[in-house]
């Protein structure tokens, strides 16, 4: 199934709440026209996705590393952990890493504690 992540904002509401219910029942109404499924879900601002999950096997020290993949959340990071030298990071979406080398922050080895 295909998913979507829309932003809408309806003007004409002065309070926060209504303009949410108002913006659900838009859409509802406009896409059970031709849809035959139509699920609305309201994402917050903490739901929405900010971390990506970077794994990397340590090959000697943590200074030469080789990169496995970038996954959507945590879990299917640690699952591309093979053994106790995989490690994972969080990562943000579209921000520069620092200019000086630095340790990834909260780094961990999932397989290996």
């Known amino acids: 199934m295909a998913k979507f992540i829309v932003d809408i904002v309806l003007d004409g509401y002065n309070v926060e709440e209504e303009m949410v219910t ?7 109404d406009q896409l059970n026209i031709t849809a035959s499924s139509v699920e609305i879900k309201q994402i ?4 929405r996705q900010e971390n990506l999950w970077l794994c990397g096997l340590n090959k000697i020290d943590p200074d030469n590393w ?7 959340d945590e879990q299917k990071a640690i699952d591309a952990c093979k053994d106790e030298d995989y490690f994972i990071a969080p990562i ?10 630095t340790v990834f922050p909260d ?7």
């Open 92 to 101: 943000k979406l579209n921000e520069c890493a620092p200019d000086e080398t």
């Open 107 to 113: 780094a961990y080895y999932p397989k290996g504690e």
């Open 22 to 28: 108002a913006c659900e029942k838009f859409l509802y």
């Open 66 to 72: 080789e990169f496995i993949g970038v996954f959507s």
């Open 44 to 47: 917050d601002e903490e739901d």
